[in-house]
């Protein structure tokens, strides 16, 4: 079974273009003075519409983390334990994401991790790893 991949939405389609080129871009609002991540129209705090799109390294801190033990879904049957993590960008913003290439027992909070692209047809998505 195929695992759903996501669609890019006019919003969101910078970012994908950047992963495709392996590389982390996100929003960053000058009025708020902050990087922003999930890609949005307006500004949070102030609601401008300053938003601008900025390469990040995409070096990032392990925030959280669950191990999978059993399939999150059908289509993930065959993968797991799957790792699945929420870490915060150098940059400040927070993602999901999921780790790969690490043991389970290898991972803790604060750990530095740094973006992994896996290459899909349509897309790339971004994951982590030590």
Request: glycine share 4%.
């Amino acid at each position: 079974m195929d695992k759903p991949l996501p669609e890019p939405t006019p919003v969101t389609q910078p970012y994908w273009d950047g992963l495709r080129e392996h590389k982390v871009r996100i929003q960053y609002s000058p009025s708020a003075q902050q990087y922003v991540f999930y890609p949005r129209v307006l500004a949070p705090r102030t609601l401008a519409d300053d938003l601008e799109w900025r390469e990040v390294s995409g070096e990032a801190t392990l925030y959280t983390f669950t191990v999978a033990d059993r399939p999150t879904a059908p289509p993930w049957q065959d993968a797991v334990p799957q790792l699945l993590a929420v870490v915060e960008l150098a940059e400040g913003p927070r993602l999901t994401t999921e780790m790969v290439g690490v043991e389970p027992a290898a991972l803790q909070v604060g750990m530095r991790v740094r973006p992994v692209f896996e290459d899909h047809p349509d897309i790339t998505l971004l994951k982590y790893t030590v």
